[in-house]
């Protein structure tokens, strides 16, 4: 059974770098593509970037210059940084796979989310 | 960006009749060469993440209720629910895995008459 569970530190300063990272169990994440959505409280989802099982990135453009998205293969683990944060980047954070269709993605397991919240 | 528009915004109806929610795309979702329309449906009940429903605009995800289908091609897609039940009621968010970036509609609430 696929399960995935972020983690961050819940509380970031305004301009600071935000570190997030996704636990994958029940399967290699070398077998897919993994991503990064976020859900500002209240509000509607934003997909934020994905990365292939060989590293190859995938990025929104409207946060390309502040996301990096990697995959550590010896930890099954997923991992985002956003830097340079704002209020506005205050959101739910959540992972998930990124079943292959066609040469695009179908985000078909989920985590629970991580919190975030951008304040001073 | 291709932009997803969802209707209505919200959605209220007695149990065990249907409900349908629409969703149209800026530009055309349909890639020809394999005739398939990068469209999917997501469930958000309080306090939880998506969940997958609908794919392919029309493929039911493993484990999901016949209940629940989706149709449409191009730019205009619907998820009915043909019957609704008490556990239904959630946020639906229609999705495009089209291009990049992907994008999401802004939400269906779907509650109880």
């Known amino acids: 059974q696929v399960q995935l569970q972020e983690s961050g530190p819940g509380l970031v300063k305004p301009s600071e770098t935000l570190p997030l990272t996704c636990t994958v169990s029940g399967v290699s994440i070398s077998a897919d593509y993994w991503g990064w959505i976020r859900q500002p409280p209240g509000k509607g989802l934003e997909w934020i970037a994905y990365?292939?099982?060989?590293?190859?990135?995938t990025y929104n453009p409207s946060l390309k210059s502040r996301v990096t998205i990697s995959v550590d293969t010896s930890k099954n683990q997923l991992s985002l940084t956003l830097s340079s944060v704002t209020a506005a980047d205050t959101a739910i954070y959540y992972c998930a796979r990124g079943r292959s269709a066609s040469g695009q993605r179908i985000f078909d397991y989920w985590g629970q989310g991580t919190l975030v919240t951008v304040s001073s | 960006d291709i932009v997803m528009t969802q209707s209505p915004d919200s959605l209220a109806v007695s149990l065990g009749e249907r409900a349908t929610i629409n969703c149209k795309s800026s530009q055309s979702v349909l890639y020809n060469p394999n005739n398939k329309n990068y469209l999917a449906w997501f469930q958000q009940k309080p306090g939880q993440p998506p969940k997958l429903l609908i794919y392919?605009?029309?493929t039911r995800e493993s484990g999901v209720p016949d209940r629940f289908s989706g149709s449409g091609s191009g730019t205009d897609f619907s998820l009915t629910i043909s019957s609704l039940q008490a556990e239904d009621v959630a946020v639906y968010y229609c999705q495009q895995y089209s291009g990049n970036p992907y994008t999401f509609g802004q939400g269906t609430k779907v509650e109880i008459k």
């Open positions: 392919w605009a029309s």
């Open positions: 990365v292939s099982n060989s590293g190859t990135t």
